[in-house]
């Protein structure tokens, strides 16, 4: 099975603000995602900024992918965020990482202005509104099996496993 991200914002850049309330119930369930994240899987989480753009992260992956390179970028985005608390709307933040992971630093700042890697943004974002996604994570299974939000491993993995059961009867 191949693993392939798609671009998905939350909060575009320009919408509305989250509400008070909204925001209160997010950091209130911070720390039981937090002792779940270290008690379940061993990760220590240290997230970056709240409330953050993540348009060119997304753009620097579509322009990884092109090199090859995108899962690599990724997971240094994701780690970058979620466990040393680097903003990754930062293009510096972005440039590191690039470099990280064996991209060419000038050519990956010039990526995040082009448009060819702001349409492939735009058009997983139109892919995720098509299929009613208003949140992450959500996945896709063989474009065809949807698993919206965060399920627990063991249940993640039953999918799995019938998904693949089902394509080796078909197969």
Known sequence: MNLNWHSFELRPKGGPPIPPEYRARIEASRPQLYATAREQYGVEMNPG????????????????EAKGKGNAFHDAVLRAYWLEARNIEDRAVLSDLAQSVGLDATAFEAALDDSQYEAEVNEDIDMARTYGLQGVPALIFEQKYLIPGAVPYNTLRQVVEQIQSEIFLKG
Not at 50 to 64: E, H, M, N, Q, T
């Open 49 to 64: 900024p709240f409330g953050i753009d993540s348009r060119p992260a997304l753009i620097g992956v579509k322009y990884a």
